[in-house]
């Protein structure tokens, strides 16, 4: 088990230039989601996906953002046009959902940390 | 909706002192409750769990009781290293789907 993998893990790009980030979930598990976290504060939810279906995303997630994960396999979030708002930890997650799994642990890799100047 | 509220850091201990990281949540229902933590440099490792009420969680030595009568899940440690510094994140699970985190305290121990 090699744990959810992120790449990048820093990206530094100029205000209005697009990025893609790539996450690597834990090999059995269906369900994949994405958060950020600003400095000094919590992860805050963006969207999630089971298998390749993608569920359900937060209103943080503006027109600017999309993310897809094709095959149910890895995912990718991309911005458009970035700002420097968007300067952030992107971070993946990922879990296993069954019928009768309760406990929902999320597992997390190490993030990709974006600088927009 | 939803919500977790973490006492306000940063704490600094000594080596060896009680740890007590108070965590309050707002739900609909009896949501599973978490705690991860974020080392330097590090993502997100889940700490421990608890998904019913009375439920203990329990890891390295951190304890935290779910409590439905205070909607708390404080964290404890009875004795503290100087490897437990980090940032300590308390999360309910909303709607069996996405984590609501509280906004993180920072403890640094001194040796």
């Known amino acids: 088990d090699t744990g959810v993998s992120q790449d990048p893990r820093h990206k530094i790009t100029k205000r209005g230039q697009n990025v893609t980030f790539r996450c690597d979930p834990i090999?059995?598990?269906?369900?994949l989601y994405w958060y950020r976290q600003t400095l000094g504060q919590g992860p805050e939810f963006l969207t999630y996906?089971?298998?390749?279906?993608?569920?359900?995303k937060s209103r943080l997630l503006s027109d600017r953002f999309s993310a897809e994960r094709p095959k149910g396999s890895f995912s990718t979030l991309e911005i458009q046009r970035t700002e420097q708002g968007d300067s952030a930890m992107y971070l993946c997650?990922?879990?296993?959902?069954?019928?009768?799994?309760?406990?929902?642990?999320?597992?997390f890799g190490p993030g990709t940390r974006l600088t927009v100047t | 909706g939803n919500s977790v509220t973490q006492m306000e850091g940063p704490v600094t201990l000594s080596e060896e002192a009680f740890l007590t990281i108070n965590c309050t949540y707002t739900a609909t229902g009896y949501p599973s409750l978490f705690w991860y933590v974020q080392y330097p440099g590090e993502g997100l490792q889940l700490l421990l769990k608890?998904?019913?009420?009375?439920d203990k969680g329990s890891n390295k030595g951190f304890e935290a009781t779910y409590r439905k009568e205070t909607t708390s899940f404080h964290l404890e440690k009875g004795s503290v290293q100087v490897s437990d510094s980090a940032v300590y994140f308390c999360?309910?699970?909303?709607?069996?789907?996405?984590?609501?985190f509280g906004q993180g305290t920072r403890l640094t121990i001194n040796p």
């Open positions: 608890a998904t019913k009420a009375d």
């Open positions: 996906f089971q298998n390749e279906a993608q569920l359900e």
């Open positions: 090999s059995e598990h269906n369900r």
């Open positions: 997650a990922s879990s296993l959902i069954s019928s009768g799994r309760s406990s929902y642990e999320q597992y």
């Open positions: 999360a309910q699970i909303q709607g069996a789907q996405k984590l609501v």
